[in-house]
């Protein structure tokens, strides 16, 4: 029986388990995993080479005696039911002051629910989000933590050892009680899809529309990944492209079925902001556009029944010039929604998020992570009452220089036939967003019309009614 002397413990030894915890153990810490698969023990006490170090067992007695207290426990199991399981079975063997964090994307209310019901055995709970993917969590990931603010000061050094840095910064910060880092988690996974959908927009572009081919989209993303667009989503996109097919002739990106998958942080991101008042619109088209993506069998179908525009090839010098502007615009409008729903999230739900705080720990480490990151932080350190980062005016130049091209590409792709939702969304959404004056007095008319639901009017105070039927 190992002695109760190990500084942190983690269940769920699947690749990201694994990953974490030896990232733990690089630091200078003692670990423990837990896994009811032998052989997912086995592998990590192989890579670990050290039980001083790095022990593991399938027994969850023998895992929590092997912790020091207060026992710091991370779970890095699927969301949903499996993490309520997991709960009820250590309750038992734990502590008052012991641990739990769940980091894997778990719904907002159930971490709030979990953290209320283990409050009351005097058990801290805390989500903690973590992005970066499997490397990420190996070698530096952008951690999300939030729950009770004492508790986490046993859990700091290790998180700050562990996580990316930024210039030395580590990319982790307590963000706010309850499901504070869990939401920020869930919005990351927004704006991740938004980023992912424009991206994808930008490809059928150039693809479509320029006659590039996977060479020359390796070279305008890799180009693009060494300006402003810097990015991890934008590195990768250079690297897919230049990936051979191992099964096959050519680029593997060209065999890879169009329906993409989605586990539903990017859907809850855009559900709640709904019943926020929050538009989103940028983040809502990604999630309808993966959806779309599914039809295929329908897709495929209603080509045959409709004609397509034939397309205008255009200078690839040109085209690549606007795509890089219209997708940094796309980029700056797709985290101004992000925040935006965070801004309000945490007046709604009493995070009291730091907006900047949040976009600096997201500046390494997470899939999001890009250049851009550290002036939209710098804009909400300037203005920490900010409601939008279109508000901010370090952004205005940013916003309005590349303005003029995104309504070139959403016209051209009108024209053209090529659909490119996420980057006419944020264009209508930023159209909107500065109009003083929108057409819903209209609506509120019609409203009134049907319904008698009312309206107010702008040259007086009031709530009025006419009766529009004469
Ligand atoms: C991260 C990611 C990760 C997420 C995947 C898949 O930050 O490391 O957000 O948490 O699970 O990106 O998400 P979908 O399956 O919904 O695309």
Not at 45 to 70: H, M, R, Y
Not at 287 to 304: D, F
Not at 401 to 426: C, D, K, Q
Request: with cysteine; glycine share 8%.
């Amino acid at each position: 029986m190992p002695t109760a002397s190990y500084d942190f413990g983690l269940i769920g030894l699947g690749v990201m388990g694994r990953n974490f915890i030896l990232n733990v153990a690089n630091n200078g810490f003692t670990t423990f995993g837990q896994d009811l698969d032998v052989q997912k023990v086995s592998a990590l006490l192989e890579e670990g080479g050290n039980l001083q170090k790095v022990n593991a067992s399938t027994d969850i007695k023998t895992f929590v005696q092997a912790l020091s207290k207060p026992r710091k426990i991370m779970l890095l199991v699927p969301a949903g039911k499996i993490v309520d399981t997991v709960i009820e079975n250590l309750i038992p063997l734990l502590d008052k002051d012991d641990i739990i964090i769940d980091s894997g994307n778990s719904f907002f209310t159930d971490t709030d629910r979990r953290e209320g019901y283990l409050a009351e055995k005097g058990i801290h709970f805390f989500g903690a989000g973590v992005s970066g993917g499997a490397k990420g969590a190996r070698l530096g990931p952008s951690i999300m933590p939030g729950g009770n603010k004492e508790a986490y000061q046993h859990v700091k050094p290790i998180f700050e050892a562990v996580a990316a840095k930024y210039n030395r910064e580590p990319c982790v910060a307590y963000l706010g009680p309850k499901s504070a880092g869990n939401y920020v988690k869930m919005v990351h996974n927004g704006i991740e899809y938004g980023l992912m959908q424009l991206t994808s927009e930008m490809y059928d572009l150039l693809k479509s529309g320029g006659d590039f081919t996977n060479n020359e989209l390796h070279s305008t993303f890799s180009k693009w990944n060494k300006g402003r667009l810097q990015s991890f989503l934008v590195q990768i996109t250079a690297d897919i492209f230049a990936q051979d097919d191992d099964l096959g002739e050519g680029k593997l990106v060209d065999k890879i079925l169009d329906k993409a998958k989605q586990k539903g942080t990017g859907k809850w991101t855009s559900q709640n902001a709904m019943d926020l008042g929050i538009p989103t619109p940028s983040i809502d088209i990604a999630v309808s556009m993966r959806e779309i993506s599914a039809l295929k069998n329908e897709r495929i179908q209603a080509e045959k029944l409709y004609q397509q525009p034939n397309v205008t090839i255009l200078p690839k010098e040109k085209l690549e010039e606007l795509a890089e502007q219209a997708l940094y615009f796309s980029f700056i409008i797709t985290y101004a929604q992000g925040l935006h729903q965070l801004v309000v999230a945490s007046k709604e739900y009493g995070y009291a998020l730091k907006i900047a705080e949040i976009a600096k720990i997201w500046r390494a480490g997470c899939i999001i992570r890009a250049g851009l990151l550290a002036d939209i932080s710098d804009a909400f350190a300037t203005d920490k009452e900010l409601p939008n980062l279109l508000l901010s005016p370090a952004f205005v130049e940013k916003v309005q220089g590349t303005v003029s091209a995104t309504r070139e590409l959403v016209a051209y792709g009108a024209e053209n036939g090529i659909p490119l939702p996420g980057l006419s969304n944020s264009l209508t959404y930023f159209d909107a967003y500065t109009s003083s004056r929108l057409p819903l007095n209209l609506i509120q008319a019609q409203r009134d019309y049907f319904g008698s639901h009312t309206y107010e009017r702008l040259d007086r105070e009031g709530v009025f009614h006419t009766e529009w039927e004469k």
